[in-house]
């Protein structure tokens, strides 16, 4: 993390589009952004307004069209495949809808394939009390409930040390009352450790823990809100 830099990410006029011709697909249309270090921000919008897509490029995982992405100092689009894979693996956690666990493993050896290759990792141990999992640290994905597991996959996330943690619709599986403990624990990952966080989402009442709201339509910016009062989970209408 550069301390020295205000805004974790800045893009301008970033454009990603899908096919060629007739068939193209216009996912991003020129996105002007700015996301100040350790903020949360929610997206929203409707399906297909390309608010994954600017997470993919954002996060490494897909190249723009056109335009600029940077990450703190760093221009995202003109890195080598290989600076991004760095870039990825020393800054970016993800947490999606499909918890994307190893049935096989253990919570605890589950976050470890991440801690072994990372730069600076947290303590494993720490990372799932993080998540409210101390207890179970040694049972395996199929006897957790979805809540849990996402709480394993955020604890993987975040155990790295990530300057930014990418969630894309972290609750959509979950019903209300995990939906909130997930969103506790993002809220603790973002005030405790400093990370900006980005959460993807269809549930619109989580914008209001957010200190950012960003809104999307048709592969566009339409509007940003910041807000005054933020809410905790709790107090969130699902
Ligand atoms: N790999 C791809 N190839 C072709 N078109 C794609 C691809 N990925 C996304 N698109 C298209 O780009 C547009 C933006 O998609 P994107 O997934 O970013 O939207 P979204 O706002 O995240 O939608 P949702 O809320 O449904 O997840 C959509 O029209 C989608 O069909």
Known sequence: MNEDIPNTFVTKGL????????AAVHALRGVDLEIP??????????SGSGKSTL????????????????FEDQDLTAMSDRALTRYRRDHVGFVFQFYNLMPSLTARENVELVTEI???PMDVDEALRLVGLGERMDHFPAQMSGG???????ARAVAKNPTVLF???????????????VLHVLNDVNAKLG???MIVTHAAATAAMAHRVIHFADGAIRRVETNETRLSPDEIAW
Do not use: F, H, M, W
């Open 167 to 181: 969630c894309d619709e972290p609750t959509g599986a979950l019903d209300s009352k995990t939906g909130r403990a």
């Open 55 to 70: 997470l993919n490029i954002i996060g490494g995982l897909d190249r723009a069209s056109d335009g600029v992405a940077l």
């Open 15 to 22: 454009t990603k589009v899908y096919g060629e011709g007739p």
């Open 37 to 46: 270090r350790g903020e949360i921000v929610v997206l929203l919008g409707p």
């Open 195 to 197: 990370a900006t966080v």
């Open 148 to 154: 849990e597991q996402q709480r394993v996959a955020i």
């Open 118 to 120: 990372a730069d600076d």
